[in-house]
Protein backbone atom coordinates (compact mmCIF):
# COMPACT_ATOMS: atom_id res chain seq x y z
CA UNK A 1 0.00 0.00 0.00
CA UNK A 2 1.18 3.75 -0.95
CA UNK A 3 2.19 5.26 1.88
CA UNK A 4 3.85 8.98 2.75
CA UNK A 5 7.17 8.82 3.73
CA UNK A 6 8.92 11.68 6.40
CA UNK A 7 13.04 11.75 7.20
CA UNK A 8 14.04 12.11 9.37
CA UNK A 9 12.39 10.73 12.03
CA UNK A 10 14.51 13.16 14.75
CA UNK A 11 16.33 15.95 14.14
CA UNK A 12 18.28 17.91 16.43
CA UNK A 13 19.03 21.27 16.15
CA UNK A 14 20.33 24.11 17.56
CA UNK A 15 18.77 27.16 18.21
CA UNK A 16 18.53 29.79 15.52
CA UNK A 17 19.71 27.09 12.86
CA UNK A 18 18.16 26.07 9.95
CA UNK A 19 16.65 22.80 8.93
CA UNK A 20 14.62 20.93 6.53
CA UNK A 21 11.97 18.35 6.80
CA UNK A 22 11.56 16.19 3.91
CA UNK A 23 8.60 14.45 2.94
CA UNK A 24 7.58 12.04 0.04
CA UNK A 25 3.87 12.63 -0.42
CA UNK A 26 2.10 9.29 -2.35
CA UNK A 27 3.06 9.52 -5.89
CA UNK A 28 -0.13 10.30 -7.25
CA UNK A 29 -1.75 12.94 -5.00
CA UNK A 30 -2.24 16.56 -5.52
CA UNK A 31 -2.62 17.98 -2.20
CA UNK A 32 0.24 18.75 0.26
CA UNK A 33 0.18 19.43 4.05
CA UNK A 34 2.51 20.16 7.33
CA UNK A 35 1.00 19.75 10.60
CA UNK A 36 2.61 20.24 13.83
CA UNK A 37 1.99 19.01 17.04
CA UNK A 38 3.51 20.50 20.20
CA UNK A 39 4.21 17.39 22.60
CA UNK A 40 1.38 16.58 24.57
CA UNK A 41 -0.62 19.07 22.39
CA UNK A 42 -3.51 18.52 19.39
CA UNK A 43 -2.28 18.24 15.64
CA UNK A 44 -2.40 22.08 14.86
CA UNK A 45 -2.07 22.72 10.92
CA UNK A 46 0.31 24.79 9.27
CA UNK A 47 -0.29 25.14 5.63
CA UNK A 48 -1.44 23.20 2.62
CA UNK A 49 0.21 23.63 -0.82
CA UNK A 50 -1.51 22.68 -4.48
CA UNK A 51 -0.53 23.32 -7.86
CA UNK A 52 3.13 24.64 -6.62
CA UNK A 53 1.53 27.04 -4.62
CA UNK A 54 0.38 27.90 -0.81
CA UNK A 55 -3.57 27.63 -1.03
CA UNK A 56 -3.75 28.09 2.86
CA UNK A 57 -1.72 28.74 5.66
CA UNK A 58 -2.81 29.12 9.34
CA UNK A 59 -1.33 31.87 11.65
CA UNK A 60 1.46 29.62 12.90
CA UNK A 61 3.03 29.50 9.57
CA UNK A 62 4.85 33.35 9.86
CA UNK A 63 7.46 34.21 7.79
CA UNK A 64 10.15 31.92 9.68
CA UNK A 65 8.56 28.72 7.32
CA UNK A 66 8.58 28.28 4.33
CA UNK A 67 7.63 25.06 1.60
CA UNK A 68 8.52 24.01 -1.34
CA UNK A 69 8.32 21.24 -3.90
CA UNK A 70 11.87 20.86 -5.29
CA UNK A 71 10.86 18.22 -7.57
CA UNK A 72 8.52 15.99 -8.49
CA UNK A 73 8.59 13.81 -5.64
CA UNK A 74 9.74 15.91 -2.48
CA UNK A 75 7.58 18.27 -0.28
CA UNK A 76 9.87 20.00 2.05
CA UNK A 77 9.24 22.34 5.24
CA UNK A 78 11.90 24.55 6.21
CA UNK A 79 12.31 26.56 9.21
CA UNK A 80 14.62 29.69 8.54
CA UNK A 81 15.95 30.12 12.41
CA UNK A 82 14.82 27.87 14.75
CA UNK A 83 13.57 29.16 18.27
CA UNK A 84 13.19 26.42 21.08
CA UNK A 85 9.46 26.74 20.78
CA UNK A 86 9.80 25.17 17.33
CA UNK A 87 10.02 21.62 18.88
CA UNK A 88 7.51 19.60 18.19
CA UNK A 89 6.22 16.31 15.55
CA UNK A 90 5.48 17.63 12.10
CA UNK A 91 3.34 15.74 9.95
CA UNK A 92 3.63 15.54 6.46
CA UNK A 93 0.20 14.26 4.46
CA UNK A 94 -1.15 14.19 0.97
CA UNK A 95 -4.66 13.71 -0.48
CA UNK A 96 -6.09 13.54 -3.96
CA UNK A 97 -9.27 15.98 -4.39
CA UNK A 98 -11.44 13.19 -1.94
CA UNK A 99 -9.80 14.67 1.54
CA UNK A 100 -8.39 11.86 2.80
CA UNK A 101 -5.52 12.78 3.38
CA UNK A 102 -2.69 10.07 4.41
CA UNK A 103 -0.17 10.86 7.08
CA UNK A 104 3.56 10.34 7.25
CA UNK A 105 5.08 8.90 10.78
CA UNK A 106 6.16 12.40 11.47
CA UNK A 107 9.11 13.76 12.41
CA UNK A 108 10.38 15.10 15.93
CA UNK A 109 12.41 17.91 15.83
CA UNK A 110 14.18 19.43 18.97
CA UNK A 111 15.51 22.84 19.25
CA UNK A 112 18.20 23.06 21.91
CA UNK B 1 -16.03 28.78 12.84
CA UNK B 2 -14.63 25.17 12.19
CA UNK B 3 -13.80 23.82 15.49
CA UNK B 4 -13.85 20.10 17.16
CA UNK B 5 -14.32 19.66 20.58
CA UNK B 6 -13.45 16.90 22.54
CA UNK B 7 -13.99 17.44 26.15
CA UNK B 8 -12.90 14.36 27.90
CA UNK B 9 -8.96 14.62 28.09
CA UNK B 10 -8.22 11.24 30.07
CA UNK B 11 -9.78 7.96 30.39
CA UNK B 12 -8.98 5.46 32.13
CA UNK B 13 -10.63 1.76 31.89
CA UNK B 14 -10.16 -1.87 32.80
CA UNK B 15 -9.67 -4.60 30.03
CA UNK B 16 -13.13 -6.04 28.51
CA UNK B 17 -15.00 -2.73 29.49
CA UNK B 18 -16.63 -0.87 27.10
CA UNK B 19 -15.22 2.69 26.46
CA UNK B 20 -17.14 6.02 24.21
CA UNK B 21 -14.89 9.10 23.35
CA UNK B 22 -17.09 11.97 22.56
CA UNK B 23 -16.65 14.05 19.88
CA UNK B 24 -18.42 17.64 18.82
CA UNK B 25 -17.74 19.59 15.81
CA UNK B 26 -18.98 22.87 14.59
CA UNK B 27 -18.78 24.30 10.74
CA UNK B 28 -20.84 26.28 8.62
CA UNK B 29 -20.22 24.20 5.86
CA UNK B 30 -22.51 21.40 4.52
CA UNK B 31 -20.20 19.16 2.99
CA UNK B 32 -17.47 17.71 4.89
CA UNK B 33 -15.56 15.08 6.44
CA UNK B 34 -14.77 13.72 10.18
CA UNK B 35 -12.16 11.65 10.93
CA UNK B 36 -10.95 9.36 14.02
CA UNK B 37 -7.07 8.92 14.09
CA UNK B 38 -5.43 6.62 16.63
CA UNK B 39 -1.63 8.27 18.28
CA UNK B 40 -0.27 5.57 19.88
CA UNK B 41 3.15 6.13 22.11
CA UNK B 42 4.89 5.34 19.45
CA UNK B 43 3.77 8.78 17.91
CA UNK B 44 2.65 8.41 14.30
CA UNK B 45 -1.30 9.24 13.26
CA UNK B 46 -3.05 5.96 12.38
CA UNK B 47 -6.56 6.63 10.34
CA UNK B 48 -9.35 4.66 11.82
CA UNK B 49 -12.48 6.18 10.00
CA UNK B 50 -13.47 9.15 7.51
CA UNK B 51 -16.98 10.19 7.26
CA UNK B 52 -18.74 13.04 4.73
CA UNK B 53 -21.38 14.60 5.92
CA UNK B 54 -24.06 12.59 4.05
CA UNK B 55 -23.62 9.63 4.98
CA UNK B 56 -25.20 9.50 8.86
CA UNK B 57 -25.25 5.44 9.09
CA UNK B 58 -23.29 4.42 11.90
CA UNK B 59 -20.24 1.85 11.20
CA UNK B 60 -19.00 -1.05 13.08
CA UNK B 61 -15.59 -2.48 12.10
CA UNK B 62 -14.46 -5.21 14.61
CA UNK B 63 -14.38 -3.74 18.13
CA UNK B 64 -14.42 -0.23 16.87
CA UNK B 65 -18.05 1.62 16.16
CA UNK B 66 -19.06 4.87 15.35
CA UNK B 67 -22.02 7.11 16.10
CA UNK B 68 -22.38 10.03 13.85
CA UNK B 69 -25.31 12.13 14.53
CA UNK B 70 -26.00 15.40 12.21
CA UNK B 71 -28.48 16.73 14.60
CA UNK B 72 -26.39 17.09 17.54
CA UNK B 73 -22.71 17.52 15.49
CA UNK B 74 -21.78 14.64 17.01
CA UNK B 75 -19.25 11.92 15.65
CA UNK B 76 -18.45 9.76 18.88
CA UNK B 77 -16.42 6.52 19.07
CA UNK B 78 -16.80 3.46 20.95
CA UNK B 79 -14.74 0.76 21.42
CA UNK B 80 -15.92 -2.35 22.70
CA UNK B 81 -14.20 -5.17 24.76
CA UNK B 82 -11.32 -2.88 25.27
CA UNK B 83 -7.47 -4.33 25.16
CA UNK B 84 -4.52 -3.13 26.24
CA UNK B 85 -3.58 -2.67 23.25
CA UNK B 86 -6.52 0.00 22.90
CA UNK B 87 -4.35 2.68 25.11
CA UNK B 88 -3.45 5.53 22.85
CA UNK B 89 -4.57 9.36 22.40
CA UNK B 90 -7.44 9.40 20.03
CA UNK B 91 -8.18 12.54 18.06
CA UNK B 92 -10.89 13.25 15.86
CA UNK B 93 -10.56 15.80 13.03
CA UNK B 94 -12.58 17.81 10.64
CA UNK B 95 -12.01 18.33 7.05
CA UNK B 96 -12.93 21.45 4.94
CA UNK B 97 -9.65 22.52 2.89
CA UNK B 98 -7.16 21.50 6.22
CA UNK B 99 -7.78 19.18 8.96
CA UNK B 100 -8.93 20.51 12.71
CA UNK B 101 -8.23 18.44 15.07
CA UNK B 102 -9.51 17.77 18.52
CA UNK B 103 -7.68 18.19 21.95
CA UNK B 104 -7.37 14.40 21.77
CA UNK B 105 -8.75 11.30 23.93
CA UNK B 106 -6.02 9.72 26.19
CA UNK B 107 -7.30 6.18 26.81
CA UNK B 108 -5.53 4.25 29.53
CA UNK B 109 -6.91 0.52 29.56
CA UNK B 110 -5.48 -1.09 32.29
CA UNK B 111 -5.22 -5.30 32.35
Known amino acids: EPEVTQTPSHQVTQMGQEVILRCVPI?????FYWYRQILGQKVEFLVS????????KSEIFDDQFSVERPDGSNFTLKIRSTKLEDSAMYFC??????????FGPGTRLTVT | AQKVTQAQTEISVVEKEDVTLDCVYE???????LFWYKQPPSGELVFLIR??????QNEISGRYSWNFQKSTSSFNFTITASQVVDSAVYFC????????FGAGTRLTVKP
Open chain 1, 93 to 102: ASSEASRLQY
Open chain 1, 27 to 31: SNHLY
Open chain 1, 49 to 56: FYNNEISE
Open chain 2, 27 to 33: TRDTTYY
Open chain 2, 51 to 56: RNSFDE
Open chain 2, 93 to 100: ALTLNDMR
